[in-house]
């Protein structure tokens, strides 16, 4: 039998809901900060990737889902979103007077990576995210923070570690870079694979290695924000001072480098120790990226971008651990049970005209025993069922019952399909 493709899942209905309720909770908040949303394609030509994330990455290197189509376009199933936002705002020229500044929008979407399948980490996976183009102070870089913080703790999300780090501008990551090369070089043959081949490559990756001897090389390295400009130095500090105003706590990590190449000056991560992972897990992470609008420009526009993505698979399974009970149900209001086939017209009448009064209704498409009918309105835990037989409809009449309390009365046909509530409403009062 066919079977989903490895590191895919299906999301059922049962499983739906509670990312109905994320996705509604984030939106709402998102609007509160006057995020838009935007939808860019699912693929993007594989450069695009390779210039904006960068080619040494993980990302680029061994993730990509890339091929090439019938007209021998290289393409790439996109592995994150910033990429291809940025393109868009080159693009559709959103940088133009016409548009308010700072332009903010926010995606949820597929995101698609080559890793091994684990726990919180799919080869198809989701994002929730935003970006923010031409904010130019830290205000934007901790609003945006704030806002990312907001829906985590909003969604009841516990235990939640923001770490902060800056990476400067240009000038001060090369001169970094380079003090950096010269402090592991000693160490070379002690590396880890991975970190022997990022040396040289990208030598700031070899700062956040998992490999606990790695992790104790790495510790005497040179710290990167004694390397950053006064600019950088005064907003990485500014960027302190506003989320201790917002009562946002944080811890800084200068050996946290992030994974993509675009990042400048403000980085961030927040992250959970919780169980459910085994290790310590970043939920979001996200940062300031000054070079990429020119970068993908190609020198033309040059605008400052900040944003974060939240995993959503990994956030489901922290909430899902924490017992949270985000998932509302929804209950069925009514349950149409119909005795033979001569009413069934009248009976579908009457359930549509009751969906338009805004119930939701259900209704026995195979038309089988009022036995059966009656058994799935338990099932669906109805709130009514009316039960419409040959004898009510000759009277115009219809039997309804309240199956908490079990009351049963019959409602004239217009009433019940005109004003359910009323019904309701007499019901309570025990007349009819
Ligand atoms: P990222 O750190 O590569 O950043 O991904 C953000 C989040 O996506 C991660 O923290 C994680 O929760 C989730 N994630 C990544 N890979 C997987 C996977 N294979 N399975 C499940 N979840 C995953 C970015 O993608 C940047 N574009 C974020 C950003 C936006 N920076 C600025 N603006």
Known sequence: MIQKPKGTVDILPGQVEIWQAIEKTARDIMAKYRFNEIRTPMFESYD???????????????????????????????????????????????????????????????????????????????????????????????????????????????????????????????????????????FEEELSEDSKTRLYQNPLRVLDSKDPKDKEIVKDAPNILDYLSEASKERFEQVQSLLTALNIPY??????????????????????????????????????????????????????????????????LLLEAQKSDL?????????????????????????????????????DLNQRKPKKQFRDADRHGAAYTLTLGESELAEKNINVKNMTSGQEHHFAIDDVIEHFDQVKEAMKEGND
């Open 48 to 186: 695009l990737f390779a210039r904006g994330v960068g080619e040494t990455t993980d990302v680029v290197t061994k993730e990509m889902y890339d091929f090439y189509d019938k007209g021998d376009r290289h393409i790439a199933l996109k592995p994150e979103g910033t990429a291809p936002i940025v393109r868009a705002f080159i693009e559709n020229k959103l940088y133009g007077p016409e548009y308010i500044k700072p332009y903010k929008v926010y995606y949820i979407s597929p995101m698609f990576r080559y890793e091994r399948p684990q726990g919180g980490r799919q080869r198809q996976f989701h994002q929730l995210g935003v970006e923010v183009f031409d904010g130019k102070t830290a205000l934007s870089d901790v609003e945006t923070i704030a806002l990312a913080w907001e829906i985590l703790e909003t969604l009841g999300v516990k235990d939640l570690k923001l770490v902060i780090n800056s990476l400067g501008d240009n000038e001060a990551r090369l001169n970094y870079r380079e003090a950096l090369i010269n402090y592991l070089k000693p």
């Open 251 to 316: 811890q800084i990590d200068s050996n946290m480098v992030r994974g993509l190449d675009y990042y400048q000056d403000t980085i961030f991560e927040i992250m959970t120790n919780s169980e459910v992972f085994g290790a310590e897990t970043t939920i979001c992470g996200g940062g300031s990226y000054s070079g990429l609008v020119k970068e993908l420009s190609e020198g033309r526009e040059d605008v400052p971008g900040f944003g974060f993505a939240i995993g959503m698979e990994r956030l489901i």
């Open 327 to 363: 998932a509302v149900e929804n209950p069925l209001d009514i349950y149409m049970v119909t005795i033979g086939q001569s009413v069934v017209r009248e009976a579908l009448q009457i359930v549509q005209a009751l969906r338009r009064q805004g119930l939701n209704v259900e209704f």
